[in-house]
Nanobody, 125 residues
Framework: QVQLVESGGGLVQPGGSLRLSCAASGSIFSTYGMGWYRQAPGKQRELVALISRSGSTNYADSVKGRFTISRDNAKSTVSLQMNSLKPEDTAVYYC???????????????????WGKGTLVTVSS
């Protein structure tokens, strides 16, 4: 069993930055692949970034070059640094994990084992 708690969301102006954090507890964090996905009102959930146990990463085209995912296995945390934010980045952001350690976007939602309750990011002037 893994508990995931996100933090760091809020209101930011277009072009601004936010850093989301996710604290994990309850199991061996380093054995899980981790990911962030988001869901905007009235839209399907969208995978944003994945990071493997070893630190390899994969990003959605919509955020590539603007977002950076990282993990600290010693602290059992995963972060998402979001720069050059756009109004279309507005969504609830969720932290998730999988024992499959995959970086393949098309399989993540099937492979996902646990996820948090989310943190709201609003990009607006």
């Amino acid at each position: 069993q893994v508990q995931l708690v996100e933090s760091g969301g809020g209101l930011v102006q277009p072009g601004g930055s936010l850093r989301l954090s996710c604290a994990a507890s309850g199991s061996i964090f380093s054995t899980y692949g981790m990911g962030w996905y988001r869901q905007a009102p009235g839209k399907q959930r969208e995978l944003v970034a994945l990071i493997s146990r070893s630190g390899s990463t994969n990003y959605a085209d919509s955020v590539k070059g603007r977002f950076t995912i990282s993990r600290d296995n010693a602290k059992s945390t995963v972060s998402l640094q979001m720069n050059s934010l756009k109004p279309e980045d507005t969504a609830v952001y969720y932290c998730s994990c999988s024992r499959m350690n995959t970086l393949v976007f098309t399989t993540w939602f099937i492979a996902m084992d646990y996820w948090g309750k989310g943190t709201l990011v609003t990009v607006s002037s």
